[in-house]
DNA sequence: ATGACGACGTCTCGTCGA
């Protein structure tokens, strides 16, 4: 299951380079940020002869996010932050897809700073991080996937030195993304290319993409029960470099998220259990014992399979 | 300190993004 992310600058202007990428792609799941449009001009119809359903929540020349699913139209299960009643800004929406559940954001950019636009990153991440807790604590496998407009460390960027005054790349932004990362969500792409500059996002200016200048602003944070499900990440810088292109390229997660074989698995588990204990039942003390062993090893063995979750 | 580039709307310049 291929699930991506993907700053588009303008869906409308990008509608024929998006279409090109899934096709060539074939995400199951694209989170798209900063459509640039109204909801009444969201190309539903478009989309819908590329194989993909989609829900959306635009906004007229700013922000606005959409989910798109490949072969079904996701389940909205809220769009907005839960404390925003006053935010005006479309920068969240959700959905679940098939059992996972997928949170699409646009964080806001927040410069200049210091100043009200700053401070509204701020108020804006402190919403997400009280709300993702309560994602994180609920135990259901759930990716929460965007433009963050944080360059999480130095390392994430190719050379901090003309960005130090930046939004992106101020203590305070790189703390409240710490402050989620230690929540116990996985940063996929860091967690996938531990010792490698990746990046994301190459500005239009000074040649920043001819000579791999870029940021890694765009991240897919992955709850307890999707980590151990993931297989690759990646970027697909190919789409940067076409004519016409976004400033940011989609970044990818290949997850191995079965839920339905995980469930028969279960099934068969419990059928061999019960097997098990009725042969042995002249000595239930011991079969006791001797499952309950069994049972510790495999999950010592494979946390992956105990954490999974019936999609619901 | 500014602007480079690009999208969008008010529409040929101003505002915003990152």
């Known amino acids: 299951m291929k699930l991506a992310t993907f700053n588009i600058n303008g869906i409308r202007s990008r509608l024929p380079s998006l279409i090109n990428w899934l096709d060539k792609e074939q995400p199951d799941i694209a989170c798209l940020q900063e ?123 190719y050379n901090p030195r003309s960005w130090l005054k930046d939004a992106l790349l101020q203590t305070e932004s790189r703390e409240c993304y710490a402050r989620l990362l230690e929540q116990g969500w996985t940063d996929a792409l860091r967690k996938r290319f531990p010792e490698d500059k990746v990046f994301t996002f190459w500005d239009y200016f000074r040649r920043h993409w001819e000579t791999n200048s870029g940021l890694r602003i765009d991240h897919l944070l992955l709850s307890a029960s999707v980590a151990p499900a993931l297989r690759d990440a990646g970027v697909d810088k190919w789409v940067r470099g076409e004519a016409h292109a976004s400033d940011h390229a989609p970044t990818w997660i290949e997850l191995k998220l079965d839920t339905r074989k995980a469930n028969d698995e279960a099934v068969k588990n419990a059928a061999k259990s019960a097997a098990t204990r009725s042969t042995r039942s002249p000595q239930p003390a011991k079969a006791a014992k001797t499952a309950k062993a069994a049972k510790t090893a495999k999950t010592a063995k494979s946390p992956a399979t105990k954490s999974r979750k019936t999609p619901s």
């Open 35 to 157: 459509l640039k449009a109204p909801d009444s001009a969201f190309p539903e119809a478009e989309l819908q002869d590329a194989g993909y359903g989609a829900i959306w929540h635009g906004q007229t020349s700013w922000n606005g996010v959409a989910i798109l699913a490949k072969g079904t139209k996701p389940t909205e299960t809220r769009r907005g932050l839960p404390g925003g009643d006053a935010d005006t800004h479309s920068r969240y929406i959700e959905a679940a897809v098939n059992g996972l559940l997928v949170g699409c954001l646009y964080l806001p950019n927040g410069n200049p700073q210091p100043g009200p636009k700053f401070d509204y990153k701020l108020e804006w991440f402190e919403r997400l991080i009280a709300y993702a807790q309560t994602l994180f604590d609920s135990g259901h496998p759930v990716v929460l996937a965007g433009d963050y407009n944080v360059v999480p460390t130095d390392f994430d960027i």
